[in-house]
């Protein structure tokens, strides 16, 4: 017979690690996403949405053997606002048996009904969408760093329980030796030709800097538009602070007029290429090991983070000169290959048009999913910008 049991334990903890280990056996694209990456999300100590009244619950799936195959978590965020109480479910993981993640979803949907809960939406994060967010439906290759990664049938799996597309999301990639358009090079001449536009990349010994233009951008770029919330200086400083070790100067580039900060375009190299061969693990050795492959190994891909302008400079052609600024550096190293563009949702046609303008290829699609309790309610896609 089958049964949920809860992870409390340390073996519990390892177990729910472990169970990846099985279901991704043999998939010579599965990286193992490092143990403390996960683990950290369910640490009151690191995950400030714990703190501030988030609960959660995390279960292994055993069946009549006894044996881990599955597991998932629920969790109620406080800071998810949504139409209706909203919770969610992550971290899932299942052999090809639709009874067994039915009987998972069923949990979980109980568990989130006694809270208060009147949908939940999966497979998501108990945090920020930057890592583990939705469930990919195409691009079955290598993840990027913090993104999902799951077998295709997953996708029948969510859809036969009745998860309906809450909003797809969606990548992006280009060649970096490829040409850009046309018109990157036109926009770029007019503000190139004015003295009080100019563009740079970050310095890691003025991080301090960066972090006040960081946030002065993101917050006029964001903060108060589809529900955006502002940032705290010491929050992007933390940020930066972690981020630190794995920058590369030449990849994160700022735009300013007359000195005032107005677009960033900050992107890191793909970490994974590192992680790849940690096997989940990041002790001493490992991190020795990540520091000599920094340094002598290659990474040929770089991941696109974060990208934005201000209102009053959008729509004039700063992204072009701004992209074009970073090309002039990035192409002739030749260090990188490839580019990709963590996922812009479908709700946010501006910043899916900017990528497509770059002259890129959708990569992978990943998709957010709800599934509404009351299955005589409307159902709605996630609202435009």
Request: aromatic share 16%.
């Amino acid at each position: 017979m089958m049964r949920m049991h809860e992870v409390k334990t340390e073996a519990d903890k390892r177990a729910f690690l472990e169970v990846a280990v099985a279901i991704y056996a043999g998939d010579p694209n599965w990286i193992r996403p490092l143990d403390k990456d996960i683990e950290e999300v369910f640490d009151p100590a690191k995950n400030k949405f714990i703190k501030r009244g988030g609960e959660y619950i995390r279960w292994l799936l055993q069946d009549d053997a006894g044996r881990n195959v599955g597991r998932i978590a629920a969790f109620v965020n406080k800071q998810y606002k949504n139409e209706q109480p909203t919770g969610g479910i992550g971290f899932f993981e299942c052999d090809d048996n639709y009874e067994h993640a039915a009987f998972m979803f069923d949990h979980c949907r109980e568990w989130l009904q006694a809270r208060g809960m009147e949908a939940m939406d999966g497979p998501i994060n108990f945090g920020e969408r930057d890592k583990w967010w939705g469930l990919l439906t195409d691009g079955f290759y290598a993840p990027l760093y913090g993104m999902n990664y799951n077998p295709p049938y997953y996708v029948t799996l969510f859809e036969r329980y009745g998860f309906q597309t809450y909003f797809n999301q969606v990548c992006f990639a280009l060649k970096v030796k490829n040409r850009l358009d046309e018109k990157f090079y036109e926009r770029h001449a007019i503000f190139a030709a004015n003295p009080e536009y100019s563009a740079r990349h970050i310095e890691k010994s003025k991080l301090d800097k960066y972090v006040k233009d960081f946030t002065y951008i993101y917050n006029k770029a964001w903060a108060g538009h589809g529900g955006g919330k502002s940032l705290e200086e010491k929050t992007v400083a933390k940020m930066f602070k972690t981020m630190k070790p794995v920058m590369d100067e030449d990849i994160i580039w700022f735009v300013y007029h007359k000195e005032q900060p107005i677009a960033m375009w900050v992107n890191l190299p793909d970490l994974n290429q590192y992680f790849r061969h940690m096997n989940g693990k990041f002790g001493l050795m490992q991190k020795l090991y990540f520091l000599w492959l920094k340094s002598f190994g290659k990474c040929n891909r770089f991941v696109g983070i974060i990208f934005g302008v201000i209102p009053e400079y959008q729509g004039k052609g700063i992204d072009g000169y701004m992209i074009l600024e970073g090309a002039r550096v990035i192409q002739p190293m030749a260090k990188y290959e490839d580019y990709e563009m963590q996922w812009i949702g479908d709700f946010n046609p501006k910043m899916i048009n900017i990528a497509e303008n770059l002259g890129t290829t959708r990569s992978r699609n990943l998709i957010t999913y709800r599934y509404l309790f009351d299955r005589s309610k409307e159902f709605k896609r996630h609202r435009m910008l």
